[in-house]
């Protein structure tokens, strides 16, 4: 059982314990802004609140506690800082962007007892050589590799004691955060979307519903040499631990060393995947994160992994988007605003400006696939021209609502595989992929 503990912090299961780390990191992030403030007012400055809050000092506050928090205070962080691009200012994503890389695994003590939950106090008994230290580590889980009963090699994830038990609290008490902070406006309505994320957290907690996806996934690609989907153990399965095969593979971001020719070929077959997901299947994996996906040299095939963030849509909204799709590349804003409105955006209010502002920011996000050929992610600044459209965008709060929670999660995945894309310097001709569903 040796290990190193110096990635190891016990994870606070209580209500109580979560909320206090949530008291602890208010203080701090209001003691550290009352430090700064005294510091610039002797040095002759007039800083504004939102320069005060958004100190080094104070990103370190907020990232140190939301990895120690772990489950839904932490993987709020992450999905705020993709998705909400739009409603907080870039220091604080930048902030909360750390966490996507910043996870803890339990004490092993608190692995027995978790294991011993699960399966009894014999549980070693039925994972033979089960590896103590963790392969993987992230918001909710970590990743265990051991053998079953009948000798394959497997892959255990675990979940934190006490994630789904504290989900509405650590969203109810990180929103307050949000707002006292004041980096969310008084008039943005986020109710609806906290309660949408809080059902997302709720669904990616339940191992058994993952289970499910990942059996989904598994016979909706079987046959496609190009994928691997690790097979669920339903029999060894249970609500705080998902048992499936191990699947072998490397970081795909091992591919910036690849060819140029692999590198668009395993993105093509990326993008392709989450077309079909959301086309066909209207299943879509909306989780972007890199670690999700591994890939084989000796193959050329991509490991899928973490189907925790599944997400179902219905036809309509499908083929909503599909006349959006087709409104952006016929360049009709008429078009991409009635498509818009019938997604279910707030778009009808804020005067010309407003709207022609909204109409650049779509115009800019389809732009890979307005053209028939290779879009060279590498050599594109569309995330720095959607940065800048984001900033203007803030000009208009009076009138900002939040997106439909559908829009945010495919968003959030098409945004990801853009980021992928974009590492890789793959080209891909995206609108020859879209241009399948549309027709």
């Known amino acids: 059982m040796d290990s ?12 109580l314990s979560r909320l206090a780390r949530v008291a602890k990191l208010a ?13 610039q007012l002797r040095a002759g400055n007039r800083p504004s609140a939102r320069d005060l809050l958004l100190t080094p000092r104070n990103a370190q506050r907020v990232a140190d506690q939301l990895a120690h928090l772990r489950g839904a205070a932490m993987k709020m962080g992450q999905m705020l800082s993709m ?27 608190q692995l027995q007892q978790t294991m011993t939950d699960a ?3 014999d549980w070693l008994e039925l994972f033979y050589g089960f590896d103590f230290e963790p392969i993987a580590a992230a918001s909710i889980g970590q990743v265990h590799r051991a053998f079953s009963p009948d000798g394959r090699e497997i892959a255990l994830k675990i979940q934190y004691p ?3 038990d504290s989900i509405d609290s650590d969203v109810d008490n990180m929103a307050s955060l949000l707002r006292l902070s004041g980096l969310v406006p008084d008039n943005v309505e986020i109710a609806p979307l906290l309660a949408e994320m809080k059902q997302q957290l709720r669904d990616e907690a339940d191992y058994l ?22 097979e669920v153990l339903n029999d060894l399965c249970r609500d705080t631990v998902l048992v499936m095969t191990y699947t072998p593979g490397t970081s795909i971001e091992a591919l910036s060393d690849a060819s140029q020719a692999e590198r668009d070929r395993v993105m093509t077959a990326l993008i392709d995947l989450m077309l079909t997901e959301f086309f066909e299947l209207r299943m879509v994996q909306t989780d972007p994160n890199f670690a999700n996906y591994h890939y084989r040299a000796d193959t050329g095939q991509i490991v899928l992994l973490d189907f925790g963030a599944t997400r179902r849509y219905t036809a309509k909204f499908v083929n909503s988007y599909k006349r959006l799709a087709k409104a952006a590349i016929a360049g009709s804003e008429e078009r991409i605003f009635k498509a818009l409105v019938a997604m279910g955006y707030a778009v009808e209010s804020g005067g010309e400006g407003y709207r022609a502002l909204l109409m650049e920011v779509f115009g800019t996000v389809h732009e890979p696939m307005l053209e028939d050929a290779p879009y060279d992610f590498g050599a594109s600044d569309l995330s720095s021209r959607l ?10 709060k009076e009138f900002w609502q939040p997106p439909p929670p559908g829009a945010i999660y495919f968003h959030r995945k098409l945004g990801g595989m853009f980021l992928l894309a974009s590492r890789l310097e793959a080209r891909v001709n995206v609108h020859h992929l879209v241009q399948r569903w549309l027709n």
């Open 4 to 15: 190193d503990d110096s990635r190891r912090s016990k994870v606070p299961r209580g209500r």
């Open 27 to 39: 203080g701090g992030v209001a003691g550290g802004m009352l430090a700064e403030g005294g510091r």
């Open 83 to 109: 998705d909400a691009g739009d409603l907080l200012p870039r220091e604080l994503t930048d902030i909360l962007s750390r966490l996507r890389s910043d996870a803890q695994s339990m004490p092993i003590e």
């Open 119 to 121: 399966y009894g106090e």
């Open 162 to 164: 006490g994630v789904r």
């Open 209 to 230: 519903l993952e289970a499910e996806h990942l059996a989904a996934f598994g016979e909706q690609l079987h046959g496609d040499e190009r994928f691997v989907v690790p």
């Open 387 to 396: 940065q800048r459209l984001g900033e203007q965008v803030n000009e208009y």
